[in-house]
């Protein structure tokens, strides 16, 4: 059985919005990996239907870099969307990351779940912390959508 650990945060947007700037790579290259973090738009490939690839690459402020592949495996929106996730491309297949959308009277509850695997109670904390920042700089993303 399949054992997730879950972050869920309140994000003040529709959830149309919050969807968008999950998928559209002009916000996806924002958000990911947070500010201190550069994703080229150009090394972004975003087939957001099922079986679509997706690829990006992290730029490291310490000069390193991130490849990531996955694929999208359910895409419902603007409720939820499904996909596989590596850091390994080539070696792993990934490993299922789930993205849910509520809509509620204060704006939309995100809710991101992500298959444990073999992760350390330390990894998953890292991981957590990590989805925590994402979505600090999603609701910047949000803001600046919300202003425009």
């Given at each position: 059985?399949t054992?997730?650990?879950?972050v869920t945060?309140t994000l003040?947007a529709p959830?149309?919005?919050v969807f968008?700037?999950?998928?559209?790579?002009?916000?996806f290259?924002?958000w990911?990996g947070?500010a201190?973090?550069?994703?080229?738009?150009?090394?972004?490939?975003m087939?957001v239907?099922?079986?679509g690839a997706f690829?990006?690459?992290?730029l490291?402020p310490?000069?390193?870099r991130i490849d990531?592949a996955?694929?999208?495996?359910v895409v419902?929106p603007?409720s939820h969307?499904a996909?596989?996730?590596t850091?390994?491309p080539?070696?792993d297949?990934?490993?299922?990351?789930?993205?849910?959308?509520?809509?509620?009277?204060?704006?939309?509850?995100?809710?991101i779940?992500?298959?444990r695997?073999d992760?350390?109670d330390e990894?998953?904390a890292?991981?957590?912390?990590?989805?925590?920042?994402?979505?600090d700089d999603?609701?910047?993303?949000?803001e600046?959508?919300?202003?425009a």
């Amino acid at each position: 059985m399949t054992e997730y650990f879950t972050v869920t945060r309140t994000l003040h947007a529709p959830r149309e919005l919050v969807f968008e700037a999950l998928t559209k790579p002009e916000h996806f290259a924002v958000w990911f990996g947070t500010a201190a973090v550069e994703v080229p738009q150009d090394s972004l490939t975003m087939e957001v239907r099922p079986g679509g690839a997706f690829r990006a690459v992290m730029l490291l402020p310490d000069g390193n870099r991130i490849d990531w592949a996955g694929e999208y495996q359910v895409v419902d929106p603007p409720s939820h969307l499904a996909m596989t996730l590596t850091d390994q491309p080539g070696d792993d297949t990934g490993l299922p990351v789930l993205f849910d959308l509520e809509e509620t009277g204060d704006g939309t509850v995100l809710t991101i779940r992500q298959d444990r695997s073999d992760f350390t109670d330390e990894q998953v904390a890292a991981t957590i912390a990590g989805y925590n920042a994402f979505i600090d700089d999603i609701e910047d993303v949000l803001e600046t959508l919300q202003t425009a």
